[in-house]
């Protein structure tokens, strides 16, 4: 069991989806600021907040932002470096959010990031767009 654990490094991998992840937020946070200063509002540009940087990785999204007429934008980024339909994961919260903000909420979706990175969005209900699996559990003893 030690070599196998030995061979798997979880920590180094945890570690590189964290920076890959802060990465294509930090794009996502860039590109809604210019499109917002693009579309003439620097005002709203101004009040882009990059939650999961400055509150945690809770509220369900990471970036809070705007529609050109004002209208919030809650953004959760997914990067992966592989091609578009690299599967990613996504937590109940986040999908909770969602569901509770279907106008709002958006997914969006940067793949093969490393190389040329490329871009889509998605709004709820995501089990439109994407198949759903349940990769883990909580076990509670009876």
């Known amino acids: 069991m030690t070599e196998i654990a030995r061979k798997y490094d979880v920590a180094g ?7 890959l992840g802060e990465a294509g937020e930090e794009r996502v946070l860039i590109h809604e600021r210019a499109s917002l200063t693009a579309a003439g509002r620097a005002d709203l540009a101004r009040d882009i907040r990059w939650v999961s940087h400055l509150d945690g990785d809770g509220a369900g999204y990471d970036i809070a932002s705007f529609d ?16 578009d339909r690299t599967p990613f ?52 003893l009876l």
């Open 13 to 19: 991998r945890d570690e590189r989806n964290r920076v």
């Open 68 to 83: 050109p007429d004002g209208r919030p934008r809650l953004i959760e980024v997914k990067t992966t470096n592989g091609g």
């Open 89 to 140: 994961h996504i937590s109940r919260n986040e999908l909770d959010v969602a569901d509770a903000n279907p106008d709002e909420w958006r997914l969006v979706r940067l793949w093969d990031f490393s190389r040329r990175p490329r871009a889509y969005e998605l709004s709820p209900p995501l089990d439109a767009h994407v198949s759903l699996m349940a990769t883990s559990y909580l076990a509670r």
